[in-house]
């Protein structure tokens, strides 16, 4: 495979043979390395040295179900550290599909002018963006699907990724064209504003399998397999496609996990307004556009997804997770569907990371700019992110730096990164994980929450987050969906049969252990050459120091013992 280079500051555009030593890599994994070996750490984000690299995972375009996630990777402008956001949709298989294990935006258009990267699998050009750029994702998308083919897979950021805004997200079209999915966290739209990259559009490479793989022949019997195992896995054949991640709302609120109100309470009495439950029943019983079981990538059959409806049937949003959910309805009080779908459609359309910018409006209530319920005061404060006003532009800075200019103590974040929907105190091993994670508080580093621990206790909680952050790191190589996990987790063998039948015998490290560690010590290596140490692996003092109703829990795992999280021996 090869690797595709586009330098913004020459305007140049060059394909190469990808260098042997990245055989064995992809996705998350291959970013660290490039980011290792070619990014000072030190370097300024939103300036010419970073990298911004889109890397298709180790089965990424080879009719693996789940196993089309596109990773992106930069030094991030919200957090300073490395950091790899993925995503859904048709880009991840479109480029594996063209022949590309990365590519990788060097540099910036240095006389401010603005680029569309054209890619097909004869050809990829720079072309002028001026009647893109300015335009919100939905509009973009649409005149560049109109322009380029109703095939073309997208991917393209919005106004406040223009603005080099860290909350800013790249979005990524699905299988229907719709700029559904994104790689939300850590500020990687602001990083690709800042290089003058409006938007990336691949043509349709004419086969969901055109990736070449070393034993075709062992590699279907290794698929039919692993196809097999999800089709008999509970979660992954009857929960996910019926009730997406919004089941987890029942055993969040059960253990008084909910970031009410800005962390104060775990608790919400309007859960059956909310619930995934509630969700569902809402989307059935307006029929039209509405889906509750829709695919993110082509070919996936646990089909997480959603489309949401308006009364009228039409498509109001997709998709609603749980974390929209959590942050607008939880955090922010909101007990309206259609209130927190429109909430979560105007950030995927202005391109914002929905989990920083629900954290900021809680903070923001904090500040008095609104009223917890007020969603049409939410509404209006997006609507100054659209607008790009002096206001706007601080809510699309982020939680820390928002909270900060507003004088709020309590700001829920690490390394400068919101944490996602879930307290700390209440699920301790993921506190661990958005303590300590290479990718600053991010809860897909390690999502320890079905284990046999007690979450609300401290012990063995460490040591849960370790496990569970190695073995996240080594399927956001693989380009799989971390949903498989529930099947993958316990049979390694599946995706370790696949791999060698894929790339060949050791070509690749196994999974999970060896592949996953080793891509932890390099982003820590990157990281500690960044300037961060131990130290910033800490949740802020107000979860150890405030108790948590209804149980009045603090988090209480030792930091000596957290210090010592990746000592893997």
């Known amino acids: ?29 291959l970013i660290g390395r490039i980011l290792r070996a070619e990014v000072p ?19 990424t375009g080879r009719g693996v179900s789940a196993g089309d996630r596109l990773s992106v990777g930069a030094k991030s402008p919200l957090t300073g550290t490395i950091k790899e956001s993925n995503t859904g949709g048709n880009p991840g298989g479109s480029l594996a599909c063209l022949g590309l294990k990365a590519l990788i935006v060097e540099g910036t258009d240095l006389f401010g002018k603005t680029h569309i990267l054209h890619l097909d699998k004869d050809r990829a050009e720079l072309l002028p963006a001026e009647d893109c750029w300015g335009l919100s994702i939905f509009e973009a998308c649409a005149r560049l699907r109109e322009r380029f083919g109703k095939k073309a897979a997208v991917l393209c950021i919005g106004p406040t990724g223009e603005r080099r805004l860290p909350n800013s997200i790249i979005a990524a079209t699905d299988q ?53 195992s999800l089709a008999d896995e509970y ?27 800005n962390y104060t309470c775990g608790t919400i009495s309007h859960l059956d307004k909310i619930s995934g439950k509630a969700l569902r029943e809402l989307i059935l019983s307006r029929g039209g556009e509405g889906r509750t079981a829709h695919v993110c990538m082509p070919g ?52 914002l990371d929905v989990i920083e910018t629900g954290a ?15 969603a049409s005061g939410a509404i209006r404060l997006l609507d100054e992110a659209r607008s790009g006003t002096v206001l706007g532009r601080l809510l699309a800075s982020g939680t820390a730096t928002f909270g900060r200019v507003m004088g709020v103590r309590r700001l829920p974040v690490v390394k400068g990164q919101a944490i996602a929907a879930y307290d700390p105190r209440a699920y301790k091993g993921l506190g661990v994980t958005l303590a300590t994670s290479p990718q600053g508080a991010d809860h897909t580093a390690g999502y320890p929450l079905y284990s046999p621990l007690d979450p609300h206790q401290p012990e063995g909680q460490v040591a849960l987050s370790r496990e569970v952050q190695v073995l996240r790191a080594a399927n956001d190589t693989l380009g799989l969906c971390s949903f498989v996990l529930a099947v993958t987790g316990p049979e390694p063998e599946l995706v370790n049969d696949m791999l060698t039948s894929a790339h060949g015998p050791n070509v690749c490290l196994p999974f999970p252990e060896a592949l996953g560690q080793e891509v932890l010590r390099t982003e820590l290596a990157f990281n500690r050459a960044a300037g961060f140490t131990p130290a910033h692996d800490r949740l802020p003092e107000f979860f150890r120091d405030e108790k948590l109703p209804p149980f009045d829990l603090v988090f209480d795992v030792p930091q000596e013992e957290m210090a010592r999280i990746f000592e893997f021996g």
């Open 1 to 29: 495979m090869e690797v595709l280079r586009v330098d913004l500051t020459n305007l140049g555009v060059r394909r190469e043979p990808a260098p042997l030593e990245w055989a064995g890599w992809g996705g998350r994994g």
């Open 41 to 59: 750490p030190t370097c300024d984000p939103l300036e010419r040295p970073n990298m911004l690299i889109f890397a298709p995972g180790l089965l």
């Open 176 to 228: 229907e064209g719709y700029p559904s999915r994104s790689a939300s966290r850590g500020g990687l739209g602001a990083v690709m504003g800042a290089k003058g990259l409006k938007a990336i559009v691949i043509q349709d490479p004419g086969s969901r399998r055109a990736a070449p793989v070393a034993d075709p022949a062992a590699f279907r019997r290794a698929v039919r397999a692993y196809h097999q």
């Open 235 to 261: 979660f992954t054949s009857k929960i996910f496609p019926e009730m997406g991640t919004a089941f987890v709302m029942e055993n969040v609120n059960h253990h008084g996990a909910f970031p009410c109100k």
């Open 300 to 351: 996936c059959t646990i089909r997480s997804s959603n489309v949401v409806a308006d009364a009228q049937g039409k498509r109001l949003t997709s998709t609603l997770q749980y974390e929209a959910m959590g942050e607008f309805g939880a955090n922010l009080g909101i007990e309206d569907l259609d209130a927190i779908a429109r909430l979560n459609e105007m950030c995927n359309d202005i391109g």
């Open 360 to 374: 900021t409006l809680g903070v923001a209530i904090e500040a008095g700019l609104l009223e917890y319920g007020d």
